[in-house]
């Protein structure tokens, strides 16, 4: 888990810490590149801001943009499953969870056996990076 941890800090703050923590609960929102949401039901995590493209130009096809943010969760033990707004997520390679989501409130539930069940709101903001490390009780 502080390997991740570490990778994720590095990747925020541009280089390499000596340590990285976070404490269970602790919310990064950090500023990321832009996310919009378009009405169809794909994610286009980067696309161009509104009033780029106009009607006739670019794949949006004159539809209205919505902007959206990112989510990422490190998730403690990493044998749970993640749910954010009742659907689950499936891990990434370094075993953490990212999804791309309308901006407002999203519900994040995080299950294991042998372990309480962690149910928490967070609120997504637009063109942002939002890390959520969760660390399970038994």
Same mark, same amino acid.
Request: glycine share 8%.
């Given at each position: 888990? #502080?390997? %991740?941890?570490?990778?994720?800090?590095?990747?925020?703050?541009?280089?390499?810490?000596? !340590? &990285?923590?976070?404490?269970?609960? $602790?919310?990064?929102?950090?500023?990321?590149?832009?996310? *919009?949401?378009?009405? *169809?039901?794909?994610?286009? =995590?980067?696309?161009? =801001?509104?009033?780029?493209?106009? =009607?006739?130009?670019?794949?949006?096809?004159?539809?209205? +943009?919505?902007? &959206?943010? #990112?989510?990422?969760?490190? %998730?403690?033990? +990493?044998?749970?499953?993640? $749910?954010?707004?009742?659907?689950?997520?499936?891990?990434?390679?370094?075993?953490? *969870?990212?999804?791309?989501?309308?901006?407002?409130?999203?519900?994040?539930? +995080?299950?294991?056996?042998?372990?309480? !069940?962690?149910?928490?709101?967070?609120?997504?903001?637009?063109?942002? #990076?939002?890390?959520? !490390?969760? #660390?399970?009780?038994?």
């Amino acid at each position: 888990m #502080r390997r %991740v941890l570490w990778i994720v800090a590095a990747a925020l703050a541009g280089f390499a810490p000596t !340590t &990285a923590s976070a404490d269970p609960g $602790y919310v990064y929102d950090a500023p990321y590149a832009p996310y *919009y949401y378009s009405p *169809y039901p794909y994610y286009y =995590p980067w696309a161009p =801001p509104p009033g780029i493209y106009g =009607p006739s130009q670019g794949d949006f096809g004159g539809d209205q +943009v919505i902007p &959206a943010g #990112r989510l990422l969760l490190m %998730v403690d033990p +990493v044998s749970a499953d993640v $749910y954010v707004d009742g659907r689950k997520l499936s891990p990434r390679r370094d075993l953490t *969870y990212q999804v791309g989501l309308l901006v407002g409130n999203h519900t994040v539930e +995080v299950r294991a056996d042998g372990y309480r !069940t962690h149910r928490q709101e967070v609120d997504l903001r637009p063109n942002r #990076r939002t890390v959520l !490390t969760i #660390r399970l009780q038994r």
